[in-house]
């Protein structure tokens, strides 16, 4: 079962844009955030690599992390590592950017696997302590991401323990429902963009999605 506060490591093949290989546990300590895409998603294009830039151009490379993982589940012969390197030269994307490493045999790359991603794009942050505290697929809002951040950036280890403590205690007059997770790790959908579902059998757009889905 997937465990948001010790979530898996990164299997990824090369990176772009960073001299050192770069993990949870090596950017432990910084608020981390992952922009999933594939370089043929319109709405990796449109909004999610865009959005990353920005983060990655406003926020303290000190506190704040922010990497791409270019995660291909369909067209596989032509979104290939070089055709990458000419895609982020084109546009001029300067953050580090990981080649999800492509599975043992059939089905989605390892990190887009492990992490249980619908498609792209795919928005994932990490606390200061690597815990995955956010999930989005679609095109969540720069406000809204940027607030998170900087939640999380300002958030001390006790502030989460007190936090986990609250959703942990049933207190007198609250609902009496008890849950085998933690709600910290919240995922959000935005099926009204274009984004791409991964399905079994390549793109799942069911109306003008410009993203992919995996089957």
Known sequence: MFNPQSPPAWSVSAWLNSDAELSLAVLKGKVVVMTAFQMLCPGCVSHALPQAQRLYDRFSRNEVA?????????HKEVMTPEALKAFVHEYGW??????????DGEGPPKTMAAYEMQGTPTLLIFDREGRLRRHYFGRPDDTVIGAEIMAFALETDAAATEARLAR????????????????????????????????ESGCGCGHDHGGCGHR
Not at 66 to 74: M, N, R, S
Not at 95 to 100: A, E, K, L, S, V
């Open 168 to 199: 942990t205690v049933i207190m007198p007059g609250t609902h009496d429902h008890l849950h085998d997770h933690d709600h910290s790790h919240d995922h959000h959908h935005d099926h009204g963009h274009d984004h791409h579902h991964h399905h």
């Open 66 to 74: 922010v990497v791409g993982l270019h995660t291909v589940f369909e």
């Open 94 to 103: 300067s953050f580090p950017i990981g080649i999800d490493a492509p599975a």
